[in-house]
């Protein structure tokens, strides 16, 4: 079984950056490090895709934040991250990690709140 844990946001000044890290564990060793996403859910809103990284480190973003967000991964430590630049407070919500496209395996969410 495979947990994740996230780790870095907080609040954070409109135009100012913060940088989400998603660990990844399994319980009984090693496992295979697949795709992995993260996704944004503003208050009262649905939760969202805004980005994802293949095992190859091919990347895809929503339009709402490409050019300001970027994903990567380590796959020596089975971690994602997601840098955010240029943060509005449209970005206010919670950000969760999730295994792949389809699992049911999720972060526990960190709350980013932008706000002067």
């Known amino acids: 079984q495979v947990q994740l844990v996230e780790s870095g946001g907080g609040l954070v000044r409109p135009g100012g950056s913060l940088r989400l890290s998603c660990a990844a564990s399994a319980s009984g060793g090693t496992f295979s490090f697949p795709a992995m996403t993260w996704y944004f859910q503003a208050p009262g809103k649905q939760r969202d895709l805004v980005a994802s990284?293949?095992?190859?480190?091919?990347?895809r973003y929503a339009d709402s934040v490409k050019g300001r967000f970027t994903i990567s991964r380590d796959n020596t430590a089975n971690t994602v991250y997601l840098k955010m630049n240029s943060l509005t407070p449209e970005d206010t919500g919670v950000y969760y990690c999730r295994l792949g496209f389809t699992s049911q395996t999720w972060g526990q969410g960190t709350q980013v709140t932008v706000s002067s």
């Open positions: 990284i293949t095992p190859g480190g091919t990347t």
